[in-house]
């Protein structure tokens, strides 16, 4: 493993330069939804709950965006090793056509629907109450977001990461803003409660919008072709679909999936403290995995330039080895530290600040553990699976090692342990971990195997 981790002077200044900024972003974004969970979680449980139901849809949507985005990466990334600047305008088209019409339709059917959705998620009447308005309104800002993502994400597939820390860091103070304004009725607002949240939440998504398209329009960088992105043609969307409809596929099928978790949770017996617990838990976890992300976008961007330049086989391996281990590392890091901070911090402190009950705040703990358990196999897994495969485009094979386990193994086995098992709640929890005992060895293999090297800039299609 040392001999493995020793690379060329230079190689982890690039690798930190990259990933710096998207661990800052991915910081800034995961403490927005802190943010969000503690303000409404002073509410009170029900209100906390509610809007952890809420976001299930709107979660699908950020994925699926995620989904594009990352597919749209896989270009990218290697045409930018290449210097094609107009390819990379017809990925970004074609990337934005489909981000659009996901999200307006998403948007649309929670809007006119809202109950209809809520109630696929939980029968609980007073969580569909409670989310109702709050899940019509936020709806519609992944409409925006969707947009500035992509262009996010297009920055970032080409080595400049700072402009998406920038923009969710000026979209995380006026979403925190408003909702403080609007949630409680400060300087003389009315006081709006989970709706509030939502047009917080809302409004934020515009300014992001806003600014996006203003930094696009005047870039030199990597200059807007109208007619390369409104007419993005035939041959780039072929291999758009080959080489990203995997991608999206496996976000779509995972945020299903995981999303099939947070409903398993919404009809148990104990949903309320489940839901609440999770909506806490869940924002913790995505704060401890932001390194992990950061480092796999990053070596998304690395593995994909070192084909699209044309290094040999062995070369773009080792390299990517050389990533999955320290991903690996890091996990053991966060794991260790998540560990330590549960006794002397979680527990004693933040657990009462969110007010949790008795109920919530046991199944906190065990979510707590299993999550800090598993942090290694995921974190190396995230950098395997969104990092090097898919930009060695080898999306298909890295879609089934990631939905399989979810689909196969932590579902199934959630839902035996708590709807006909009625089991103990650290039972279900370790179920819900299923999906990481099976990922990564397999995972592992195909990394291995060597089959997932692949230029698809050059590719036919």
């Given at each position: 493993?040392i001999?493995?981790?020793?690379?060329e002077?230079?190689?982890?200044?690039?690798?930190?330069?990259?990933?710096?900024p998207?661990?800052?972003?991915?910081?800034?974004?995961?403490?927005?939804?802190?943010?969000?969970?503690f303000?409404?979680?002073?509410?009170?449980?029900?209100?906390?709950?509610a809007?952890?139901?809420?976001?299930?849809?709107v979660?699908?949507i950020?994925?699926?965006?995620?989904?594009?985005?990352?597919?749209?990466a896989?270009?990218?990334?290697q045409?930018?090793?290449?210097?094609?600047?107009?390819?990379?305008?017809?990925?970004?088209?074609?990337?934005?056509?489909?981000?659009?019409?996901?999200?307006?339709l998403?948007?649309?059917?929670?809007?006119?629907?809202?109950?209809?959705?809520l109630?696929?998620i939980?029968p609980?009447?007073?969580l569909i109450?409670l989310?109702?308005?709050y899940?019509?309104?936020?709806?519609?800002?992944?409409?925006?977001?969707?947009v500035?993502s992509?262009?996010?994400?297009?920055?970032?597939?080409?080595?400049?990461p700072?402009?998406?820390?920038?923009?969710?860091?000026?979209s995380?103070?006026?979403n925190?803003?408003l909702?403080?304004v609007l949630?409680?009725?400060?300087?003389?607002a009315?006081a709006?409660?989970?709706?509030?949240?939502?047009?917080?939440?809302?409004?934020s998504?515009?300014?992001?919008?806003?600014?996006?398209?203003?930094f696009?329009?005047?870039?030199r960088?990597?200059?807007?072709?109208?007619?390369c992105?409104?007419?993005p043609?035939?041959?780039?969307?072929?291999?758009?679909i080959?080489?990203?409809?995997?991608?999206?596929?496996?976000?779509a099928m995972?945020?299903?999936?995981?999303?099939?978790?947070?409903?398993?949770?919404?009809?148990?017996?104990?949903?309320?403290?489940?839901?609440?617990?999770y909506?806490?838990?869940?924002n913790?976890d995505?704060?401890?995995?932001?390194?992990?992300?950061?480092?796999?976008?990053?070596?998304?961007?690395?593995?994909?330039?070192?084909i699209?330049?044309g290094?040999?086989?062995?070369?773009?391996?080792?390299?990517?080895?050389?990533l999955?281990?320290?991903?690996l590392?890091?996990?053991?890091?966060?794991?260790?530290?998540?560990?330590?901070?549960?006794?002397?911090?979680?527990?004693?402190?933040?657990?009462?600040?969110?007010?949790?009950?008795?109920?919530?705040?046991?199944a906190?703990?065990?979510l707590?553990?299993?999550?800090a358990?598993?942090?290694?196999?995921?974190?190396?897994?995230i950098t395997?699976?969104?990092g090097?495969?898919r930009?060695g485009?080898?999306?298909r094979?890295?879609?089934?090692?990631?939905?399989?386990?979810?689909?196969?193994g932590?579902i199934?086995?959630?839902?035996?342990t708590?709807?006909?098992?009625?089991?103990?709640?650290?039972v279900?929890?370790?179920?819900?971990?299923?999906e990481?005992?099976l990922?990564?060895?397999?995972?592992?293999?195909?990394?291995r195997?060597?089959?997932?090297i692949?230029?698809?800039?050059?590719?036919?299609g």
């Amino acid at each position: 493993m040392i001999s493995a981790l020793r690379r060329e002077p230079g190689f982890y200044r690039k690798l930190w330069t990259l990933a710096a900024p998207m661990i800052l972003q991915n910081i800034i974004t995961t403490s927005l939804g802190f943010a969000d969970t503690f303000m409404v979680g002073l509410l009170g449980n029900a209100e906390m709950a509610a809007v952890t139901a809420a976001n299930v849809p709107v979660f699908i949507i950020q994925i699926v965006i995620f989904g594009f985005q990352s597919g749209m990466a896989v270009l990218v990334s290697q045409y930018w090793g290449r210097g094609d600047t107009d390819n990379i305008n017809r990925c970004m088209g074609v990337a934005l056509y489909a981000v659009t019409g996901f999200s307006t339709l998403l948007a649309l059917i929670t809007f006119f629907f809202p109950a209809q959705v809520l109630r696929l998620i939980t029968p609980n009447q007073d969580l569909i109450g409670l989310g109702t308005r709050y899940i019509q309104l936020v709806g519609f800002s992944y409409i925006f977001n969707g947009v500035s993502s992509i262009y996010a994400g297009l920055q970032r597939s080409t080595e400049y990461p700072k402009f998406g820390m920038i923009l969710y860091g000026i979209s995380m103070c006026v979403n925190t803003f408003l909702n403080y304004v609007l949630i409680f009725g400060k300087f003389g607002a009315p006081a709006l409660g989970v709706t509030g949240a939502a047009i917080a939440t809302l409004t934020s998504r515009v300014v992001e919008f806003l600014i996006a398209a203003v930094f696009a329009s005047r870039s030199r960088r990597i200059p807007l072709r109208w007619g390369c992105i409104l007419r993005p043609g035939r041959a780039i969307l072929r291999r758009f679909i080959r080489y990203s409809a995997p991608v999206v596929g496996n976000e779509a099928m995972w945020s299903v999936g995981a999303s099939m978790l947070t409903v398993i949770m919404g009809h148990m017996d104990n949903s309320q403290d489940m839901l609440a617990a999770y909506a806490l838990i869940g924002n913790i976890d995505r704060i401890s995995t932001v390194v992990c992300f950061g480092v796999a976008a990053a070596a998304a961007v690395i593995v994909g330039k070192e084909i699209g330049q044309g290094r040999s086989r062995k070369q773009v391996y080792d390299v990517s080895w050389t990533l999955l281990l320290v991903s690996l590392l890091i996990g053991g890091g966060v794991a260790a530290l998540l560990l330590i901070l549960l006794p002397s911090f979680s527990r004693p402190v933040l657990f009462p600040l969110f007010r949790l009950s008795s109920g919530a705040t046991e199944a906190a703990v065990y979510l707590s553990v299993t999550y800090a358990v598993s942090m290694p196999m995921r974190s190396f897994d995230i950098t395997n699976i969104t990092g090097v495969l898919r930009a060695g485009g080898d999306a298909r094979v890295a879609s089934l090692i990631d939905v399989g386990p979810l689909w196969l193994g932590a579902i199934p086995l959630m839902a035996l342990t708590g709807l006909v098992l009625h089991a103990p709640t650290w039972v279900v929890c370790i179920a819900m971990q299923a999906e990481n005992l099976l990922k990564c060895p397999i995972g592992l293999i195909r990394f291995r195997s060597g089959k997932w090297i692949n230029d698809v800039t050059r590719a036919g299609g």
